[in-house]
């Protein structure tokens, strides 16, 4: 919860997509929305964890393989976190961790509102996004710092709540 954020001059749009999103991939409009992101500014970075998503620029970076304990780490190079989903049988069946571990290193997130994600918002520190509508979101949080820090604030003090100790007699129940 207390990551070492480093200022860095871009901004960093973050995707840990492991290869089941390529299903996601093919169904939304967020590769064309990232690359026209890519095209149009020169102050975006763009990473995905897992899944190659062939954008063309080289300010986009693929890492195949980031093992669980070096997660964290590689996160807090994030800016915007992003979750895109499609609205598919195995996406309503999804848990709601990569908000959580995208909240514990201090990264705002903007995510579809499928499955475990339809509930949360600003008050969990990000935002739902429609289909057609990643690139104006995006646009939006990398022209306003402040609401990125606002909502990485929010998403700190959701996600210490989220803790194994702090949930135990909810599952006891």
């Known amino acids: 919860l207390n990551p070492d954020r480093v200022p860095h001059p871009r901004i960093t749009i973050g995707w840990t997509a492991g ?3 390529a ?12 690359q026209r992101l890519l095209d ?10 897992g899944l190659r998503l062939g954008l ?8 195949q ?4 304990p070096s997660l964290t780490r590689q996160l807090v190079e994030f800016d915007v976190g992003i979750a895109p989903l499609s609205d ?10 990569k908000l959580k571990e995208y909240a514990s290193a201090g990264v705002p997130w ?7 994600y339809a509930e949360l918002g600003e008050r969990q520190g990000g935002r739902l996004v429609a289909d057609d509508g990643w690139h104006d979101e995006l646009v939006r949080l990398i022209e306003r710092p ?23 007699h909810r599952w006891e129940d």
Do not use: C, M
């Open 23 to 34: 299903a996601d991939v093919e169904r939304l409009p967020i590769v064309p929305a990232l």
């Open 110 to 116: 903007l995510a579809s509102p499928i499955g475990p």
């Open 65 to 68: 393989h980031v093992p669980i």
């Open 88 to 97: 598919i049988e195995f996406n309503r069946s999804r848990s709601d961790v």
């Open 19 to 21: 290869l089941e999103h």
């Open 40 to 49: 149009e500014r020169d102050d975006v970075n763009v990473i995905s964890l």
């Open 146 to 168: 402040r609401e990125r820090r606002k909502l990485a604030k929010r998403g700190a003090k959701w996600v210490a709540g989220q803790t194994l100790s702090a949930n135990a």
């Open 56 to 63: 063309r620029s080289p300010r986009y970076f693929h890492v």
